[in-house]
Structures are given as structure tokens and as C-alpha cells.
């Protein structure tokens, strides 16, 4: 769900549960008065930097008219090493719009010599980024080799009683310390991921400051095919307990969230199940003769004919009548769109909330309702989803971080007259890996000439492969279509030198029953063949396209994650000239294959045979599985090496003797 659903959800959180006398103030943060630059150990001296001390203090207040305040600080003390860590220090990016309410920003510069050169608030300036926000930022003054610098940012935030900390980045920590500072009556949990700590929980003057403390956390590299954002060291809180209004109750629980949710989503007026009705009757969805179809051709009217506007949060703005009239909606209200014709239909779907497994994920054994982010459909009757708010997927195909991993499904059930549900935390599947493939069918023939190649080929791209290709080809204009299909054509043929180009099955609902999209081009190429004295030598390996290398001199360490499981089937035929014979033909044969209790769950294998005048390669590479363990790296290296040798692979052509 996203952040705007969840905050209309808490409206009732900060109210009457909080009517008690006002706790002391937040006591401001501190640093020394004469600081020195630290000697480190010799074993950081080729890191770029190091972070010496990171603190982060989340801290609510009791305030008059019965409210409560959240306030949050960042402490950091960071050592520059080299000229890549004062470029990478020198400007100081804070997580704070422009209507922050800023507390305070302090910063200094500490140099070898003593010297302290202190923040110009002058300096701190306001960035505009894509998604339309305005963040603050500041610069550094006077970094060389050997300094420090020191600074800290207290700003007031909109209260939220779950929360998530990474407290691990590219360069080692020293020292990491992490406060949750509330007033004695609130009792949050802290749970760190990736790495173990045991929280503290002290009361002191009637707050209460649950923390955790740790040292010598390492700097993280980003690897290929892992989940670096999820693997991280990270801290999650919650507010778990309030020991006067609710002592000994669990707060924010699965259940009480998928309540929450249900009576969302599932708000209408008469008024509004009138006109659903309406709308249902219009279309004829209710003449239809199979719940598939009924699910494919409501999610295809409302995608066509509404659109999703994230940022529209107000109730007004999401009322179904509003959403039905004006034909936009924000995900309160394109969620109560769906769930209002599915009903009138009868057919049975469940609300489904998930993470995202590149970023976070939901825990079962910890309800921090912010993990929450992405609203699903799912129909038990067919076991698939769809994804409302994405106009770029249609059932059953979802974004595919947002599967694999945990979702909160709220299951329907009825109490006497009542209506609500009931949550269920598990796996959201996807599709089989077989359904899923990027295939290329291609045929190659030399030129009289022999100096150049004829290349008739298809790309054929079906399941989670064909989504990001029907996308820019249906939004995208007849300039912007013309430049991907040049970029295909190069990536694959080495040139943009196109004869003939189509796209075929680009539309959207053609996914429904899993059309393959496919790019048909013939292009001419000089790129792929060059003339050696008598022999001819053919970049065979290129027209399988660019391939992923792994060589990697630092041991791996994290486990592999994929955005999909797929196959990636070639078949390829080259026409050999008259008078020609290939004499390395084997150097298309590679076999790189894992099995898992008996079965394949990962490989490349290619072969070859030749008739004729035409030689056929055959490649299979497939990936069964999106995850696959740190223990079986060396298995997936060999195999994602296996396309990159192929890739290398030259053909010598010489003329029979």
C-alpha cells in the first residue's frame, strides 16, 4: 500500500490514546568542543572514508491539544581518506522537503592540522528532484586528506509508528548507535536484519529510550544479481504497546491491519453501488461466462479508461462517486473501484499488500505496517493477481519484486452482518519460470561479396520479459518506438542499419493470454564478419547479444537474486557460402548445468549440427528460480560465464581444400 493509504488508516492513532501531560522537550544534540581528528588502525587506510560515529534518534512528544510530535536527528562523524571521499563528502544530502520543520543543522570541518572551519548556513541550498520534491543540501568547505567532518540535522516529521533504519552503506562504521525516545506510556520494539543486536529499553525522568548499539559494522560493495538494498544491515521499529489505554494489548497487529484495510477499500455509499451496477450492466461484464474473463475485462476497461494518480490522497479525491465522474483516482480510490465491481460480479478476491524483495520485505514475526507498499489483487478460485495501480501489467502478470516474497493477504470473513478480514501472511507467487522467456530466431546469410551479413531476426519475448517492452512501445511516440527498435537491432546485429522492421502483439491485453510480443527485423551488418587473408571470421557469439560477465577478484557476499526466473532459448542458422567449411564448429559447444535434489534448476547449454549448407545452433539457458544461495555461487558464476563465452565465440570460415 502506498504511504498515503496507510496514513488515512492512522488518522485515528494520534488522538485519544495520547491524552496525558506534556513530557520534557527533545534535548538537543550535541558534539564536542574541541574535537581532534582520530588516529585510525592501518586496516581502513585504503577505505575512502570511514564513518566514526553514526547516531539516529527517532523521538516522540506529548504536545498541548492532546497531540503527539515526532522529531528525528542524524549525528554523523565521518574521516576522509582520500580524493574520492572528500568528493563523495563534500556535499551533504539531507532527507528533508523544503516544508520541513528544521530544529536545528550544525556542520564542521576538522583538519589534520586543528583547524575548524564551521557550516555557512548560507551554504545550505535546496535541490529539486524528478519526483517533483525539494531536498536540502550543503557543501562541505575546506576537505583534504587526513580531516574530518562532523554534522547533524534535527527536523520535525509526520508522526508514524513504524519505521526503517539502514545503518550500513559503502564504507565501513565505526560505531552505530540507533534511539527510539518516547514518553514512558509507549513501549516500541526494535528489530534489527542482517546481523544481530539486543535492543535496551531505560526509563529516565517518565521517557522511555529503547536503542541499540553496535560497532564495527563493514562497508558494503553492490555485486551483480543481488539484492543490495534488502541485504544490508538495517533496524525496523514499531510501536508495540501503550501501558495506560491499552496495557498488556498488542498494537497494529497483521489482523487489526487487514480490518483497517478491508473497511477502506470496501467504503461505498448506495449512490456509489448504483452506479458500479450501472457501469457492470453497460459493459456486459455480468453476460460473461467465466470469472477469467470478467477479471480481464474489468482490469482492461479501468486501465484504458481511468487513470492512477499517486499523489491524489484526499478522501474527497478517492470517494468512489468522485473516481467514477471524473475518471482519476489515487490508490484508495482505484482500489475501491476494483474491489466494488468485483463484488457486484461475485467474484471472490482477497486485498494483498506487499513489500518489495529489492528493498524490504514483511516480516510475519514483525508487523511494521510501512513495509506495506504495493496493493495486489488475488483470486483464490485461479491462484493468479493482478496489480491495479500498475497500467503497465495485466493479470496475471504483477511487477515481479513485488512477488517472491511475503505479501499480507486479508481474508474475507463474515461475523453475523458484519464484514471484515482476517490476515494471512504468505508467499506471493509467481508465474511459472516457463512462461516467462526471451527468445531470439534468427537466420544469418553473407553477402555475394562476403563481406557482410544479412540478418533476418526475431526477438520474442513473453511473461514478465514481453512487460517492459509492451510498455515503451505503447507509450512511446513513432520517434522514441523507431530508437528502441534501433537499439535492439544494434545490440543484436551490431548495427542500426534496419531493411525492415514490425513489432507484433504489443498491446497490453495480449498478456492476458500470454502473446508473445516479438520484434521482427532484418538488418545488413559488416560489424560481425571480417576477411583474414583466405579465411572469413564470423562473430558468431554476437548474435546472442550482449551478455553479463562474472570475474570478480573479492570473495562474493551475498546471495544471487533475479528479477524473474526465465528461459532464454536461441536458435540460429547461418548460411555457409559455397565453397566454405567451418573449421572450429566446436567452439559452439558449451554444457553448464545445476541440478537441485535431482532436478535442473539453472544452466547454459548450446550445441550445434550441420546440414547441408546451414549450420543450426541450438542455446537453452534458463534460470528456474529467482533465488539461489550464497553456497551455490560458484555453479550460477559458471553459468552466467558460459553466455559471456559464448559471446566471445569466432568462427573461422576456410574454403575447402
Known sequence: ?????????????????YLYAQAPRIEPEKWADKPVVSKLDNKYSKESAVVLFDKRKVEFVDEPKDEIAEYYTLHKIVHINDDRGIEYYNKIYLGITENADIVEIKGRTILPGGKIVELDKS?????????????????????????????????KRPVSYFGREVVQGNVPELETMFQVITPDRLRFEIKPYNFTVTPTDTVISSRRITQCTFKETAGADEEKYAAYQTNLRRIEFRLS?????????????????AKRIFGVYTYYTDKDTKKIADMVAGNGWDKLDDEVSKITAVESYVKKKFSYNEELTSEDGNNLTGVIQNKVAGTIGTLRLYSAIFQNLGINFQFVLTGNRDKFIIDKGFENWNNCDNPLFYFPAEGKFIAPTRPDYRYPWIFPSWGGTNGLFCKHTTLGNFSTAIAEIKNVTLEDYAKTTDNIEARLELSPGLD?????????FTGYAATSFRDAFNYSNEEQKTNIIKELAKSYASTDHILFSEILNPEFDKANTNQPLILH??????????????????????????????????????????EYAQIEERKIDF????????????????DQTFQENGELTMGFVSSYEIKGNVLSIHIMEEYRKTFYPLSQFDQFRKIINASSDFNKVVLVLEKKG
Open 241 to 257: 504497546y501503550n501501558d495506560v489505554t491499552r496495557k498488556g494489548e498488542r498494537l497494529f497487529t497483521w489482523n487489526e491491519m
Open 123 to 155: 551554504n545550505i541550498k535546496d535541490i529539486k528532484e524528478q519526483d517533483g520534491n525539494v531536498y536540502k543540501i550543503f557543501a562541505m568547505e575546506g576537505l583534504e586528506k587526513g580531516c574530518e567532518i562532523e554534522y547533524y540535522y534535527t527536523y
Open 452 to 460: 557482410s551479413l544479412t540478418i533476418d531476426d526475431r526477438q520474442i
Open 575 to 590: 548460411v555457409i557460402p559455397d565453397g566454405y567449411k567451418i573449421t572450429n564448429p566446436d567452439d559452439l559447444k558449451i
Open 1 to 17: 500500500m502506498k504511504k498515503q493509504a496507510l496514513s488515512l488508516l492512522a488518522v485515528a492513532l494520534s488522538s485519544a490514546p
Open 521 to 562: 527485423t532484418k538488418t545488413k551488418s559488416s560489424e560481425l564478419v571480417e576477411k583474414a587473408g583466405n579465411k572469413l571470421l564470423l562473430k558468431m557469439g554476437m548474435a546472442i547479444g550482449p551478455q553479463v560477465e562474472m570475474y570478480q577478484e573479492k570473495p562474493r557476499q551475498e546471495p544471487m537474486n533475479i
